[in-house]
């Protein structure tokens, strides 16, 4: 059983879209026995907080359901979780703040190290931006968790 945690700054727009894709990704494949996915946000602004309306409705266009609710990533995640995949640099930086003598450093990465463009270094935030900034970044998701599968896939 491998443990995968999504992490964002609010954990209502890219980690629980992430969480839903790749969970269905994983649910095609059959492997539910083999994955625990959940997602978490390194602010508290949103706890307790549905996904954003915004994201729900793009990724339900694309048969995805986001039912995630927020919460805020604690240092305990290090303990349960096996990998903690990050959205960008600043998501990075804040969660190996809680890990000072990166005891867990070896499983904290971000996602587009799986994208099949190289020149991506980050999931863009959707949260200021239009209605298309979401679709974006389900393109995004889709490619690199496909990818992330794949690779954790081979491994186990
Ligand atoms: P997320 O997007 O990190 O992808 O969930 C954001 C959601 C909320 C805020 C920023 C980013 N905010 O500032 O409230």
Known sequence: MTKILFVCLGNICRSPAAEAVFLKLVEAKGLSEHFEVDSAGTSAFHT??????????EARLRGISVPSISRQFVKKDFDIFDQIVVMDDSNFKNVTKLDPDKEHA????????YSSNSE???VPDPYFGGQDGFGLVLDILEDCCQNLLTHLNKKN
Do not use: C, Q, S, Y
Request: aromatic share 10%; hydrophobic share 40%.
């Open 120 to 122: 991506l270094n980050f």
């Open 48 to 57: 307790g907080d549905n996904a954003d309306p915004r994201m729900i409705e």
């Open 106 to 113: 070896h499983k904290v990465f971000k996602l587009t190290d």
